[in-house]
């Protein structure tokens, strides 16, 4: 029922929905029919009595015979139609009815990010297309605290660390399905795409979610990746997504994506997601005094990467399926080192998975979880050098992985929730290298949380017990390992008319020695300890809409300690380099982050949002030592980033800037090992044309410029990144 505000401020909410129905109680909500809504809002509007509903019928009646051609036509010709409804339904109980289409509604479930206990960031995949993001390392550099390695260039690996514990310390999760890599212990999350991102998430400490796997409990942080899920209407069964971007140094990136509707339960999509680059740019080269102008070569990539979706959901369960391939050569582009600016270096990676997650609600109080993963990776390097007997270096790396998680999780009573995960996974690895060992490694995970809400304040616990056990072909093993580390986290809201609400959180975690750390030639060492590492977090955020000009503002801070010990390096002994536990590490730091919305004018607003990093992470291993209480590689003590978009009927714009301090990039910090600050600005315009057509079309245009100030920079000393680039996108949805 559609009515002018007239007419709903004369009847009422509930009086409107009563004279579309036919019943005759106010106060009671009438029998559901066909067609209608499952859930009404409920109100405490004062309603008028039944009698003065009736008599205003009856006016709005007599008033739109006589006034048929005025103004509010519309309105009053409503109005009779309702009454006409009324006195039908006391002789018989029938309803007009209009059918209107179906239209399914599924989104990704967004983050307790302000009554959270532990610190949670968030970005849609709506942000990342209107700010430009250009990558995964683009969009996880928006958050605070994070540090990404980029090794220069579009086909260069970029790996995360989370308050400067270190990538093996972060986890990523795709699609609710931790990710590995056992034998290196961190994920290049360069060769992850963002055409199908609906929302990544970062948790400090682990995600707020009881009913999830004994893996995503073990590490210091979580990345969480979420793709779209299709959506349909009822006159269309299918649905089709495709663009195609071009840009700067070579970039072509076509996107296709298709996704059918079985049944009311269940639907399939497929993606498929080809890169191409030649990745040559060109950068500056500073040799003391001097200064030429360079390209940077053997930076291009190819890669291919596709995956099916199965989604089924019922009313008690939801099933969720996915088939993943990736294929891609790069060139490694390698240190530039005075007047060296090439590189031989090759790799090719494979990637395949096969994953399942299934929810089964047993009634109302229990829920259960399964999930399933077998993962396929295989990579070969090459090096070309006179260096190498023969000329040439090759490294060849296959790595299986079988993966099982069954969780369930119980409302105890109305405070309390308790859930328990088994996880197992075996893993092995195969190399050519000569006696290579064939690592098998067997892993249990047990965890066990709690939540618990008492008034204002929610306590949430856990409890993580992990059994490894290696097994080799030949050489030495490492002795049987196991560990409990537990976490406690919660929140409290002090005010009841304030949201202000404050949290707390300790955390242990461990990091066990990689296959490489273990086994890697001479530099292996079998006899190495697991890391660990400690988090402490106090924290705060704030949400309110102060005043008419502001329509909602949030502040997050959260201060932070974090202890390393048994760091595990490389360390030169009396003739090799070798992998020890050596090493002690303190940090120090805060996270501030601010995000405001501003109404302009009718379908004109300013979203903006900004965070800033202070970070102290210093070597103390030992006092006697050059580089004690010197900050460690590659950590800035000051870094951040901002943005600003202008969403209007007509056009989008965005800005974004992301700024970084001087670090260093040996563990002493002096002068020469200074590697120099940086602020990279992005610029991206976008307009969405809608089409008329019978099953709706969707056309965006996006153009982007990258460091339009073309700031030179490394992230990794000697690796220069590119400078001032351009991209296009051109987008349809059907």
Known sequence: ??????????????????????????????????????????????????????????????????????????????????????????????????????????ATPTPRRLTATIPVQVVTGEAIRTLGLQNMADAVRRFAGTTVRDYGGIGGMKTVSVRSLGAHHTAISYDQVAMSNTQAGQIDIGRLSLDNVAMLTLSVGQEEDLLQSARMSASAAVLSIRTEVPQFTSKRRHSLQAHIRAGSFGFVNPYLRLATRWNAHTALSVDANLLRADGVYPFTLVNGSERTREKRYNSDIRSWHSEANLYRTTDRSELRAKVYAFR??????????????????????????????????????????????????????????????????????????YYASLAAMGQITDRFQLSLAQDGAINTLN????????????????????????????????????????????????????????????????????????RALYKKTFRVPTFNDLYYLRIGNTGLRPELADEYNIGLTWTAAPARLIDQITLTWDGYYNEVRDKIVAFPSTYVWRMVNFGRVRIFGFDVALTAGIPLTHGVRVDLQANYTYQRATDVTSPEAKNYRDQIPYTPLHSGSGSAALRTPWIDAAYTVVAVGDRYYMSQNLPENRVNGYAEHTIALSRTFHIHHPGGCRIRVQAECVNWMDTQYDIIKYYPMPGRSFRATVAVTL
């Not at 006034?67 to 010709?77: A, D, E, H, Q, V």
């Not at 049987?480 to 580390?485: A, G, I, K, L, N």
């Open 1 to 106: 029922l559609v009515c002018s505000p007239d007419t709903a401020d004369a009847f009422g909410p509930k009086a409107i929905y009563t004279l579309a129905t036919g019943s005759h109680e106010l106060g009671r909500l009438p029998t559901k029919r066909r067609n209608e809504p499952e859930d009404l809002p409920t109100s405490n509007f004062n309603l008028p009595s039944w009698s003065r509903v009736k008599t205003r019928a009856q006016i709005c009646i007599q008033m739109s015979i006589g006034s048929i051609y005025i103004r509010k036509t519309t309105t009053l010709m409503l109005c009779a139609w309702a009454s006409v409804v009324v006195v039908t339904a006391q002789e018989r109980d029938t309803t007009l009815e209009r059918r209107i289409d179906e239209v399914t509604v599924t």
């Open 328 to 401: 891609s050569e790069r060139g490694l582009p390698g240190s530039v080192v005075l007047y060296r600016t090439g590189n031989s270096e090759r790799l090719w990676d494979e990637n395949f998975f096969a994953q399942a997650n299934y929810r089964w609600k047993a009634n109302d109080r229990w829920t259960v979880q399964a999930q399933g993963k077998y993962n396929y990776s295989w990579n070969k390097y090459e090096d070309t050098d006179p260096k190498y007997e023969g000329g040439r270096q090759t490294d060849l790396n296959t790595q299986h992985e």
């Open 431 to 502: 190399n050519n290298v000569n006696d290579n060992p064939a690592p098998i490694r067997f892993t249990s995970l047990t965890a066990l949380r709690a939540r618990y809400r008492l008034g204002r304040v929610t306590m949430v616990g856990t409890a993580l017990a992990t059994l490894i056990t290696e097994r080799v072909k030949r050489g030495d093993r490492p002795a049987d390992r196991s560990q409990f580390t537990p976490s406690f986290s919660l929140t409290y809201r002090p005010l009841s008319d304030l949201d202000l609400n404050l």
